[in-house]
């Protein structure tokens, strides 16, 4: 039988116990507690795109700055969160044969709560289905091909301008700007270089614009295009529209000038990177782009500088193409989780209810198509001295001023 003495020892110790057991849930000051961060459920999104590849340029600079909002927002820059975020790349090399797998691997993983891409068209086409199915959001920064809000699909959302407005800025400002003799048409074979190419010369011709077509000429990852050159050559064209991405577009201008073709190069936003420049080298002075990508490089707005600023700081470089929009569609989701939305269908819901949300690149809202309300197209010029994209305006400004 115990004492009361024992007794009395016992229950001391017990108290002891419960007191110390208390103390190491607390938190230092400054700190956190392992409790509190272990109690936080993580959610995924996914970076889909040509993570690696010849395309990778065009994807890249908007997935470093999805993983710079993530960081931020884990550190509680926007705010305290109910929710861990992790961001994970998901690699395609912008191919539609692989975006199905990859869509697969997401869907099928329930922590994966939203999906930031596909990056391109063609992947777009080839996953949306996936991921729509399976009631996952997934917003685009860039894929421009008007087909895939032809889907039906209603998880969908994209971010920028297609290229209903990204084709005919192109072809406006040809027709206005570049006084062309006549205008080749050509595009490599994807979804976007050919609906893209589609999209110009249907505008040029009803400008009465000259042209020939050469859509579909050039194979993706090809690196001879002596026999679009000779047509290019012969058609003694001043100007050469081609729809399709820097790693073939690049190798091109150069052919061209070596052959003595000194007409203007004309593309969309699978130009509009540094693989075209280096590509092109300084066979591409006077190369114009249009892109539904916002300039922000002189924004003097405090978010914007501050985001600047923590990418260059991050990843020792400026941000590219497609960053800010990058940065936008994070911040969505981001504002999606600290209302408490953290599932695949209360996201979808909160995007779809979004009216003029602020971005750095513009104000976010979309029809039910998942289309923007409202877009913009942005012309740049390649100033080879500079070896950048000079930005020369907004193209309603500039075709109206």
């Known amino acids: 039988m115990l004492t009361k003495r024992t007794l009395r020892v016992l229950s001391v110790l017990a108290m002891l116990v419960v007191v110390g057991a208390a103390c190491s849930k607390k938190t230092p000051e400054g700190g956190s507690t392992t409790g509190s961060t272990s109690a936080k459920t993580t959610v995924k999104l996914a970076y889909m795109g040509a993570l690696t590849g010849d395309a990778a340029q065009l994807v890249v600079p908007g997935y470093q700055a999805a993983q710079l909002a993530v960081e931020e927002a884990n550190a509680g820059k926007f705010g305290d969160l109910p929710v861990k975020i992790e961001i994970v790349g998901e690699d395609t090399q912008g191919s539609p044969d692989q975006a199905p797998g990859v869509a697969d691997k997401i869907v099928n993983d329930p922590a994966f709560v939203g999906v930031i891409g596909p990056a391109f068209s063609g992947e777009s086409n080839a996953a949306g289905g996936k991921f729509d199915g399976a009631g996952i959001p997934f917003i685009t920064p860039s894929a421009t091909n008007p087909t895939v809000a ?26 206005q700007k570049l006084s062309p003799s006549c205008v080749v048409v050509a595009s490599d074979d994807s979804t976007y270089g050919e609906g893209l190419a589609d999209i110009v010369q249907s505008t040029l011709d009803a400008a009465s614009v000259k042209t020939s077509s050469q859509k579909g000429a050039v194979t993706t990852g090809a690196k001879d295009f002596s026999a679009l050159v000779t047509k290019i050559k012969d058609s003694t064209c001043n100007v050469v529209f081609y729809g399709g991405y820097s790693p073939e577009a690049g190798p091109l201008r150069t052919q061209l000038t070596q052959a003595g073709v000194t007409a203007t190069l004309v593309g969309g936003d699978g130009i509009k990177d ?6 092109a080298g300084s066979a591409g002075e006077g190369t114009v782009a249009a892109c539904p990508c916002a300039d922000i490089s002189s924004s003097t707005e405090a978010t914007t500088t501050a985001f600047i600023a923590d990418y260059k700081a991050k990843w020792n470089a400026d941000p590219g193409i497609y960053s800010g929009e990058a940065w936008d569609i994070s911040q969505i989701f981001i504002a999606a989780f600290k209302a408490g939305k953290t599932t695949r269908s209360a996201i979808t819901d909160f995007v779809k209810s979004l009216n003029e949300f602020a971005g ?9 198509s998942g289309e923007l309300a409202e877009s913009a197209v942005s012309i740049y010029f390649y100033q080879d001295e500079s070896t950048v994209w000079k930005f020369l305006g907004v193209s309603t400004d500039i075709l109206t001023g």
């Open 150 to 175: 032809q889907n039906g699909w209603t998880h969908w959302f994209r971010a920028v301008g297609n290229d209903n407005s990204q084709g005919p800025a192109a072809a406006n400002y040809i027709a």
């Open 274 to 279: 540094d693989a075209y420049l280096q590509g």
């Open 360 to 368: 750095l690149t513009k104000k976010y809202t979309f029809q039910s």
